[in-house]
């Protein structure tokens, strides 16, 4: 079973539009994050979510709006695309406040032409 | 806020030979230390990790890393590389707020 699973895989859309990227974790971990990728392999954090709540919001644009249905689960939609948005978003969990280390999920990769 | 820097963002080592990725970090409380590795494609899997206690932590793929509170550094070492250890090699810090923050990374090349 996979820990940290995130949806699609791959996403490839034009600017303008608006999609969603999925993810959900099985480990019983109390809180979810989203992480952004550059071209550069650059880390940079966006939301974390501690059981269903909203902890950690970077400065991020506000066409970015993550979405926690319950603790497993942590959504982020995204409006209006531009081309900068095109990254690799990672999912992550942790319990104990991190200091276990995060779980990773696979990515997603969005390309936005 | 804590914050790492990794020093070297492309180290090429041979095969068999040692491989040491450079790391500091900037903490106002006792850190949290981590590192991880990226294969091409895929996600991040944590490597090793310094909570408390021993300063030298062994991880997986016979990796290890010494935390030097002096130094405010967490270098990553391994004895003798092997091919399949090419990948991208991320330090992180968390102050234990949920909030971990990651290095600019250092790609690993090993030459047959």
């Known amino acids: 079973d996979t820990a940290v699973s995130q949806t699609p895989k791959y996403l490839v859309t034009q600017m303008g539009n608006d999609k969603s990227i999925k993810c959900e974790q099985n480990?019983?971990?109390?809180?979810m994050y989203w992480y952004k990728q550059d071209s550069k392999k650059f880390l940079k954090i966006m939301f974390s979510y501690n059981n269903k709540e909203l902890i950690i919001n970077e400065t991020v644009p506000n066409r970015f709006s993550p979405k926690s249905p319950d603790k497993a689960h942590l959504n982020l939609h995204i409006n209006s695309l531009e081309l900068g948005d095109s990254a690799v978003y990672f999912c992550?969990?942790?319990?104990?406040?991190?200091?276990?280390?995060?779980?990773f999920g696979s990515g997603t990769r969005l390309t936005v032409v | 806020a804590q914050s790492v820097t990794q020093l070297g963002s492309h180290v090429s080592v041979s095969e068999g030979a040692l491989v040491l990725l450079r790391c500091n970090y900037s903490s106002s409380v006792p850190p949290y230390l981590f590192w991880y590795v990226q294969y091409p494609n895929q996600g991040l899997q944590l490597l090793l990790k310094?909570?408390?206690?021993?300063?030298l932590v062994k991880g997986i793929n016979g990796f290890e890393a010494e935390f030097k509170k002096s130094e405010t550094s967490f270098h990553l070492t391994k004895p003798s590389a092997h091919m399949s250890d090419a990948a991208e090699y991320f330090c992180?810090?968390?102050?234990?707020?949920?909030?971990?923050?990651f290095g600019a990374g250092t790609r690993l090349t090993v030459k047959p």
């Open positions: 992550a969990s942790s319990q104990l406040q991190g200091a276990g280390g995060y779980t």
């Open positions: 480990l019983g971990h109390d809180t």
């Open positions: 992180a810090v968390s102050e234990g707020n949920n909030d971990m923050r």
């Open positions: 310094y909570t408390t206690g021993a300063t």
